[in-house]
């Protein structure tokens, strides 16, 4: 059993990053220079693991933009949830550049297309 619960331990670091605690969070994010890409995202939603890994995906691809993830659903997040407003359909990403002040909404249909997602990472760089 042990060696059971370790495999898929390691299964999950694989399939999902790891541990993302060294990874950035929003505030930070908004102090950096590059973009930010803000996955938002609760564990109940439609499609979440299919976001997480098309994030995912493009995290390793792209390196132009702070790829961050964002739990609503967690007490942490209750100063952004009462900052933005919450659009329906989660997941979904935000994309973020001079440090917050320019933002763009991208529906889950478009992360979850490569090429679109990739398209709207360019173009919002720009």
């Known amino acids: 059993m042990k060696k059971f619960v ?36 609760a564990d ?3 499609d979440y693991n299919d976001m997480l890994q098309a994030f995912d995906k493009m995290e390793g691809k792209n390196n132009k933009f702070n790829f961050i993830r964002m739990n609503i659903a967690d007490k942490s997040t209750k100063a952004f949830n009462k900052s933005f407003h919450i659009y329906p359909g989660l997941p979904y990403v935000l994309l973020f550049k001079d440090r917050g002040k320019i933002s763009r909404y991208l529906k889950k249909d478009c992360v979850l297309n490569e090429s679109c997602f990739n398209e709207r990472l360019k173009l919002f760089s720009n």
């Open 6 to 41: 370790t495999l898929l331990f390691l299964l999950s670091a694989l399939v999902y990053g790891g541990d993302k605690a060294s990874a950035l969070t929003y505030e930070e994010g908004l102090e950096q220079t590059k973009p930010m890409a803000l996955l938002i995202y």
């Open 44 to 46: 109940w939603a439609d």
